[in-house]
């Protein structure tokens, strides 16, 4: 968890300086609270957007270079050190803004995938729309770029929504992470009726 914590640390040091607001930085939420009371007669209405950063970091993956997304699902226990470099760099005509090193275990040996051959291998969707979620927070990004560590997911939840009349049909592919509280939440029994409690395995 300690990892997890310093790497969640440095993505908001490194998105702040980038003067950047994320909503969501590697499994950390930050949100603007604003107070808001029962008798409020105004509906809020909020439009969410993905933040373009034009002063990106370059991630590094023992030594090699690798996409931001694969962040989402590296296994914070196999992780040995974490460094930032604070410095501009340019590769293949793409500049960076600092970099991030990330050093992990020798033991560790992820299996890199994309998200739209995920979905081949594992489902059987194979028309229409797909939208991608992991630990239920959607994905909007390329899907043949997006990179995971499928050793990484503990499940994928696929659910397909159709409304005839708005002449939608979508399907929603949800990723779990086998994080200590998806791990934690899979092991309990929810037992539903007068009393609803949960029982850990």
Do not use: C, W
Request: overall charge positive.
């Amino acid at each position: 968890m300690k990892k997890l914590f310093l790497i969640s640390v440095l993505l908001i040091t490194i998105n702040v300086l980038g003067q950047i607001k994320p909503e969501k930085v590697n499994g950390l939420k930050i949100e603007n609270q604003e107070a808001v009371f029962k008798n409020d007669t105004i509906i809020k209405v909020v439009y969410k957007k993905e933040i373009e950063n034009n002063k990106k970091p370059a991630y590094f993956i023992n030594g090699e270079l690798t996409n931001e997304s694969i962040l989402r699902t590296i296994n914070p226990n196999e992780i040995a050190t974490v460094n930032v470099e604070k410095k501009n760099i340019e590769i293949e005509n793409v500049k960076y803004h600092e970099q991030l090193y990330i050093i992990t275990k020798s033991t560790y040996n992820p299996k890199l995938i994309s998200l739209n051959n995920l979905k081949a291998k594992y489902t059987n969707l194979k028309k229409n729309s797909t939208v991608f979620k992991i630990d239920h927070n959607i994905i909007n990004a390329d899907y043949d770029n997006f990179i995971v560590d499928e050793k990484f997911i503990l499940k994928i939840i696929v659910e397909k929504f159709e409304n005839k009349n708005e002449k939608l049909n979508v399907n929603f592919i949800n990723l779990i992470t086998k994080s200590e509280e998806n791990i934690k939440k899979s092991k309990e029994i929810i037992l539903r009726g007068k009393d609803e409690f949960a029982v850990n395995k």
